[in-house]
């Protein structure tokens, strides 16, 4: 089983900046794609950015250029640098993570609240 721990989120003002962190732990044998979604109120969740192993990040148009998506070295946990908040960004950011332990399985964090206030 892989349990995915996300920390970061919280309440800053438009043009502010936060980092949010997501963890994997438990028997990962190798993990293939990591991303952040985000829903919010009323909305469909989205992608906001994915980081695959070995292949170019993507980022939804929405965020490219302020947001920024990376990997630690041991490669079990994303960040995401959020630059330039605006309040269309307040949403429940979700990591997703695409493991594999003894079969491949995709793997949802708990979710964490981004406000941004204008």
């Known amino acids: 089983q892989v349990q995915l721990v996300e920390s970061g989120g919280g309440l800053v003002q438009a043009g502010g900046s936060l980092r949010l962190s997501c963890a994997a732990s438990?028997?990962?044998?190798?993990?293939?794609?990591m991303a952040w979604y985000r829903q919010a109120p009323g909305k469909q969740r989205e992608l906001v950015a994915s980081i695959p192993t070995g292949a170019s990040t993507i980022y939804a148009d929405s965020v490219n250029g302020r947001f920024t998506i990376s990997r630690d070295n041991a490669g079990n946990t994303v960040f995401l640098q959020m630059n330039s908040l605006r309040p269309e960004d307040t949403a429940v950011y979700y990591c997703?993570?695409?493991?594999?332990?003894?079969?491949?399985?995709?793997?949802w964090g708990q979710g964490t609240q981004v406000t941004v206030s204008s």
């Open positions: 438990g028997s990962i044998t190798s993990i293939n794609i």
């Open positions: 997703n993570v695409h493991a594999r332990t003894t079969f491949w399985k995709i793997y």
